[in-house]
């Protein structure tokens, strides 16, 4: 039997994407989990039900403001797989059936055109607002085809800008000039794929010979530039993404010149009108006083540029309180923050009366906050006023979509139905104690009378994500409805706490993130919601690698795992597709001070024969250009070596994603839960 070690993979062969010898294994793979999984009734029952949900036309369609004064909205049900980009008016909007403009038909265009679109966004024109450019993804890629689109013709312009597939960037500077970094061939691309070179390319000329305005280097993530369109506060900026977290900025004058913002590089800033917002990752010290990592402070921006450091504080952090995000609208800014995974907003008001934890700036709380649910900012549009858009959910309860104005009324514009039928069931949020002794919040949503059973567990424990509450009817249709128990761990890694929380899980640190979510799944026995047989645990991307991770150093916790498009392979991470852009998140593999500890943890590296270990499933999908499926092929393939119990599916596309339409969706999230239910306990 084969230990895997730094200079011995016998499963490398299936890094090769698409070569025969590896899309045969798949073909073999995906036979023998259909076969196993899909065979009985109770599979095409929850196929169905979930496929309900994915198409409801009673779903909320979630509006995004372009500053043009429509509601834009890019929908997918049963008729329409491959999706509808659509606008309309605010008022008819507000009727139970809006009449939408259609502005384009993704299955129309992809039927006259044979190619699998994927719609991936798209980028207005600001100010005009008649010129688009829309991205295209084939098969769910991250990298797309960039086409220019007219909204007063309904058709792709003639001669417009259109690039080729590639992982782009592109932002409008006006109706004849774009910023772009994209694939010109060698030396245009980072070591991680993205844009190494920035250029302003004009319209009606070829892109490879437009102006280079900005160069990053080779080992960046990716290099930048951006256009503020805003009346009397137009700026132009360039930078380069050194990894993950730092990022070098420059203020781009008329004549070229580059003038550095100077802000620290981890820190996160951001420009309205005259205002320079800065949150910071770790402490920075101005003018003699030091500011704590998680803070979020207010300049103006020419003052601060010319050298002065009046820094007004609009949020520190404590213990249980971190800032989740901000936003703008016209005159105020909204800050979103969360005490113990909860979510707080309230309106910030600058050169106003009051201090209130800052000169100049009056706080107030938002209108039409729902006090027992999750609430969130949909969009706001900082070009015309200061009105927002809210929704309010909870795991049990449906979204509620709301349109305020700050200072003004609110009123509701849509309700979700209900998907699934919740009677009997709450949401209790517990603390679990870490290894180290670290208090770990997690939410259980379920029946509080009922004895221990099946009950699935979630994570994320990376990159500053935070994991907060909302509806899922797919997770009620197949899961809570049919008696199970759903949990969601905050562990160290996200963001939930702050950066504080986020770097205690960082590079040497990660395993404190498994020994967080280990530490919830024991404490779910203990309180006897669950047993070690009938707990589940699933997660996808840096998710999957905990699942990995949990599957190799905890198997007698957990009773079957299910991993989504998982980072397996620690080695060799950073050598496929996307991978060298997270060197910050987890270390090098090539410097054998991280390789020392990446090697403690890494799945691929750490199974071993004569373990029981729990039943798996991997996920994942050929065309993932983000994380390559060859790290849950590699795992699948030496598991089965082994004879364990691993269950495998490779979807044909997708992307990241996984599923590229509702059908995928439905198929993939049928056939989790036909694993879960057959390996923790049939209901």
Not at 177 to 199: A, E, F, K, M, N
Not at 573 to 596: C, I, K, Q, V
Not at 618 to 642: N, Q, W
């Amino acid at each position: 039997m084969t230990l895997i070690d730094e200079g011995d993979d016998p499963y490398r062969w299936l890094e090769e994407l698409d070569a025969e010898p590896a899309a045969a294994w798949v073909r073999e793979r995906n036979a023998a989990t259909v076969a196993a999984l899909t065979g009985d009734d109770a599979f095409v029952e929850v196929q169905a039900e979930i496929r309900q949900v994915l198409d409801a036309d009673d779903r909320i369609p979630y509006p995004g403001w372009r500053g043009d004064g429509y509601y834009y909205d890019y929908w997918r049900d049963a008729a329409h797989p491959r999706g509808l980009w659509r606008r309309t008016t605010p008022a008819e909007y507000r009727r139970p059936e809006p009449a939408w403009d259609v502005l384009l038909d993704l299955d129309a265009l992809a039927a006259a055109e044979d190619e699998n679109w994927v719609w991936d966004g798209v980028t207005v024109l600001r100010p005009g607002h008649r010129r688009c450019l829309v991205s295209l993804s084939r098969g769910g890629k991250d990298a797309v085809v960039v086409r220019e689109y007219d909204l007063d013709t309904r058709g792709f312009v003639p001669d417009g800008f259109t690039l080729a597939e590639a992982k782009s960037d592109v932002t409008w500077i006006d109706a004849d000039r774009i910023y772009v970094g994209t694939d010109l061939g060698p030396g245009s691309l980072t070591v991680s794929g993205y844009p190494r070179v920035v250029r302003r390319w004009r319209r009606g000329t070829p892109v490879s010979e437009a102006e280079i305005v900005y160069e990053g280097q080779a080992g960046d993530v990716s290099a930048y530039a951006s256009h503020d369109p805003t009346p009397g506060y137009e700026r132009d900026f360039v930078g380069r993404s050194l990894d993950f977290y730092r990022t070098r900025s420059f203020l781009l004058t008329p004549d070229g010149d580059k003038v550095p913002v100077p802000v620290p590089e981890d820190a996160q800033w951001d420009v309205h009108r005259q205002w320079l917002l800065v949150r910071l990752r770790t402490p920075w010290e101005v003018a003699g006083v030091t500011h704590p990592a998680g803070a979020l402070l207010a300049t103006r921006f020419d003052d601060f540029l010319a050298g002065g450091r009046d820094l007004t504080v609009l949020f520190e952090p404590d213990e249980r309180t971190a800032l989740s995000y901000h936003v703008w609208t016209r005159h105020h800014l909204i800050l979103a923050t969360l005490v113990d995974v909860r979510r707080r907003l309230e309106v910030l008001t600058p050169d106003g009366p009051g201090d209130s934890g800052g000169s100049g700036w009056r706080r107030t709380p938002l209108a039409g906050v729902s006090a027992d649910d999750d609430t969130w900012i949909v969009d706001t549009d900082p070009d015309l006023g200061d009105d927002y858009l809210i929704a309010s959910t909870g795991y049990l309860r449906p979204a509620t979509l709301r349109l305020g104005r700050i200072g003004g009324p609110v009123e509701t514009l849509k309700r979700e139905p209900a998907y699934f039928d919740a009677t009997g069931l709450t949401v209790r949020q517990f603390f679990a104690t870490s290894a180290d002794g670290t208090r770990v919040p997690y939410s259980v949503v379920g029946d509080p009378t009922a004895s221990a059973g099946p009950t699935l567990l979630t994570g994320y424990g990376g990159y500053e994500i935070s994991l907060t509450p909302h509806y899922d009817g797919v997770l009620g249709r197949g899961w809570l409805a049919r008696g199970g128990t759903y949990v969601v761990a905050n562990i160290r890694g996200g963001g939930e706490y702050g950066p504080r929380w986020h770097r205690a899980a960082l590079r040497e640190n990660r395993p404190r993130a498994y020994e967080d979510f280990a530490a919830v799944a024991t404490d779910l026995v203990t309180r006897g919601i669950t047993t070690p047989g009938q707990l589940g645990i699933e997660g996808g991307s840096n998710g999957g690698l905990l699942m990995g991770a949990m599957l190799t150093r905890y198997p007698a916790l957990v009773g079957a795992v299910v991993a989504h498009v998982p980072l397996l392979d620690m080695r060799r991470y950073h050598l496929l597709l996307a991978g060298a852009s997270w060197t910050a998140e987890y270390g090098d593999p090539d410097d054998p001070a991280d390789w020392a500890f990446l090697r403690g943890y890494s799945p691929y590296h750490n199974v071993r024969p004569g373990v029981t270990y729990p039943p798996v499933l991997f996920v994942t999908s050929t065309r993932d250009d983000r994380v390559h499926p060859a790290h849950a092929r590699k795992m699948a393939a030496l598991l089965g070596e082994y004879g364990y119990d691993v269950s495998y599916y490779e979807n044909v596309e997708g992307g990241h994603g996984a599923a590229s339409n509702n059908e995928q969706r439905a198929f993939l999230s049928a056939l989790t839960v036909r694993f879960l239910w057959r390996r923790l306990g049939d209901r």
